[in-house]
């Protein structure tokens, strides 16, 4: 029997995770010992016995055999949170691509030395007036999911949920029912929420029914309160974790639960290395654990609710608002082209125009949502027609009220110039419209109007994303102006419109998904309105009203949406169809960048060229950025294990190139 060797991290909560040391594997302990296994092993002078978790296993030696310590022992019954937690970062590693240390360093919660944690983290975002134990009845619908999940779970039934619920349906009630169940077992749950703007009104909401059980895990704690809170679950010293993305990796020890709500949102995909789906990555760590996965949304994801077709997921469905006597809202679409037939180059159709000033006069509120922040879109010229760009990145610099333009991929900003740096001419001048800009043209056509603008501009700091919404929800204003962030997840009862006022603008990304996205968008926007005892309008202001998109969203017909939109992706072969791996490579040098591209996509043809489609290499959609060139290769196949045969194949070979050192490489499936 050849040796094995086992790479084995002794101090796992230190923040240099990296420092992995090796030790033989006994023969004896071959057949038992797995990554992620807790094992007993000789350490430092003296070589007393030290505890360490297996992040790897090989029959490589990295050193002379006489320096190799062997294992001492495997300690049994150990199975942890963190060895879950290493093996799902092998899975992890295996699946999308990355080092081992780049997948243990987003899997671990490590420790950090840094100031201790402001103590009132949760505190400070729950008002005064929030009591805890209210207890909502469920309606039938509810209650018929919730005593299906009971039941499932107590016989150790694990098959994942997909709850379809239109917006305003009660998901969030149907989840808190099943979390009282699993807390009943001693059981501990994850509830992940797409992005910290929809923080505010779900621990509200989590903390009136559970008090001080809950922790808030996000991007924008810093590092000693986000280890603070891993802290308190490794001990067991709380049950519930809500948080975005990160804090599906929660050092709990009796998992039981983790819901994804709005689990189609892009937010759950990881943009750095590896970059995992926080969807599939909870299935794994669900199927490790003996969890339950619970995934929600008005307007499923294809990729979900196609498995729920298949039978892979348990469909359920919530087809009625909760509240009584709410009902989704009206939708109207406006025609653009019509409009500037018409005379009217304003951003506001007429037909908005009257409808707001009929709510102020009615003093409901509004909510305008544009896809866009800034003053302007972009500044260019009327000579030449070149728009400013960043000199380090390939996008066009946005134009900001106080007359700088930025670069909203690298922060590189300059003042607006007075002649276009292209051609010297002095016709410069601001296209499109932000939401700055949306805020200035709403406050001089409608002066007496309370204004509030949420956008990544004026939620840089930290609470004011709390702070904007509270202000909202107590109706200190009447129209709220903002970017995605307002539309997604909120709750007000006084909002009675809501106007779309861009919505192609994301019908033209150069991604597959642009249409599911902007369905799903406009669904979400239309659902803000109407959500009390007032009936809602939503207004779609569209230059496209004969897209299916746009007209299976005003209908909020996720059926005839999910059916054409599946169509199209059979016929392209795009996911969920089939599999589609994205790599790309990214340098400083330009032509190394093209030149190892090309390599790797003959060497793919020569090896797997009878069994995948290959498109490309082609820029990425953004080509430059931060003075790094990007090229992408797209690879399509049904199966998905030969996919994952190439990213092997590819990486074997990159890692043996030497000019492979000034570049960087990334795996992306869908």
């Keep these: 029997m050849a040796r094995k060797y086992a790479n084995i991290i002794i101090d796992i909560s230190h923040e240099n995770v990296d420092r992995i040391f090796q030790y033989r594997i006994p023969e004896s302990l071959i057949s038992e010992i797995q990554v992620g296994s807790q094992v007993c092993v000789p350490f430092g002078s003296g070589n007393r016995s030290r505890k360490g978790y297996v992040v790897d296993i090989t029959e490589k030696a990295d050193f002379e055999e006489s320096r190799i310590k062997e294992i001492r022992g495997l300690v049994t019954g150990s199975v942890t949170a963190d060895s879950r937690l290493i093996a799902l970062a092998w899975w992890m590693k295996e699946r999308y691509g990355s080092t081992m240390n780049q997948a243990l360093k987003t899997v671990l919660p490590v420790k950090h030395k840094v100031k201790a944690r402001n103590k009132q983290v949760i505190k400070s975002m729950i008002t005064d007036s929030v009591q805890t134990g209210r207890v909502p009845c469920l309606n039938v619908w509810q209650q018929q999911i919730t005593d299906s999940f009971c039941q499932d779970y107590d016989q150790g039934k694990r098959t994942p949920y997909l709850i379809h619920g239109i917006t305003g349906s009660g998901k969030t009630e149907v989840y808190m029912a099943m979390i009282e169940h699993v807390l009943a077992q001693k059981h501990q749950v994850i509830v992940l929420i797409p992005e910290i703007a929809l923080t505010y009104q779900t621990v509200m909401r989590f903390y009136a029914r559970f008090g001080e059980q809950i922790c808030v895990m996000h991007s924008r704690l810093a590092a000693g309160e986000r280890c603070d809170q891993f802290e308190k679950a490794r001990k067991g010293e709380t049950q519930i974790m809500i948080g975005a993305r990160s804090a599906l990796f929660t050092p709990f020890a009796r998992l039981g639960l983790i819901v994804l709500d709005e689990e189609h949102e892009g937010a759950y995909q990881s943009e750095g290395t590896p970059r995992y789906h926080t969807r599939e990555a909870a299935e794994q760590l669900a199927r490790m654990s003996g969890a339950q996965l619970v995934l929600g949304s008005a307007t499923p ?64 509120q509004i909510m305008l949502f544009m896809n866009r922040r800034g003053y302007s879109s972009f500044v260019s010229c009327r000579s030449c027609g070149k728009a400013v760009k960043c000199p380090h990145c390939d996008v066009s610099l946005t134009l900001h009220k106080n007359r700088h333009l930025v670069c909203h991929y690298c922060g590189y900003t300059m003042i607006l110039p007075k002649t276009c740096p292209s051609c010297n001419s002095e016709y410069l001048a601001g296209f499109g419209a932000g939401t700055q800009k949306i805020e200035e043209l709403t406050a001089q056509m409608f002066p007496k109007a309370k204004i509030l603008r949420m956008d990544l501009d004026t939620t840089s700091r930290k609470g004011k994303h709390e702070a904007i919404l509270a202000a909202f929800a107590r109706r200190e204003a009447d129209i709220l102006i903002g970017t995605q962030m307002i539309v997604k997840g909120h709750d007000f009862p006084g909002v009675t419109l809501i106007g779309i006022l861009a919505a192609d603008v994301s019908l033209y990304a150069p991604d597959f998904r642009c249409t599911e996205r902007t369905f799903q968008l406009l669904v979400q926007a239309a659902g803000r309105a109407g959500r009390g005892e007032k009936p809602g309008l939503a207004v779609i202001q569209t230059y496209m009203p004969e897209h299916y998109g746009i007209q299976t969203a005003a209908a909020q017909d996720y059926e ?25 490579v990214a340098g400083k040098e330009e032509q190394l960048t093209s030149h190892m591209m090309e390599l790797i996509r003959n060497s793919v043809v020569k090896h797997f060229g009878s069994c995948v489609e290959i498109i490309g290499p082609v820029p990425a959609p953004i080509y430059k950025v931060n003075d790094i060139y990007r090229k992408i290769l797209y690879m399509k196949q049904e199966n998905y294990d030969i996919l994952i045969r190439i990213r092997k194949y590819v990486q074997d070979r990159w890692d043996e190139t030497e000019d492979c050192k000034r570049l960087t490489i990334q795996y992306d499936f869908s």
Excluded: C
């Design 560 to 584: 005839s949406f999910y059916r054409q939109e599946m169509g199209y992706r059979q016929i392209m072969h795009y996911p969920p169809t089939g599999y589609m791996l994205g790599l790309q």
């Design 301 to 364: 994801s294809l990729e979900s609710y196609s498995r729920a077709k298949s039978g892979l997921y348990r469909l359920f469905s919530l087809k009625n608002r909760a509240s009584s006597g709410s009902s989704l809202a009206t939708v109207e679409v406006v025609d653009l082209r019509q409009e500037m037939k018409a005379g009217n180059k304003s951003v506001f159709s007429l037909r908005l125009q009257e409808l707001i000033q009929e709510r102020l006069q009615k003093r409901e």
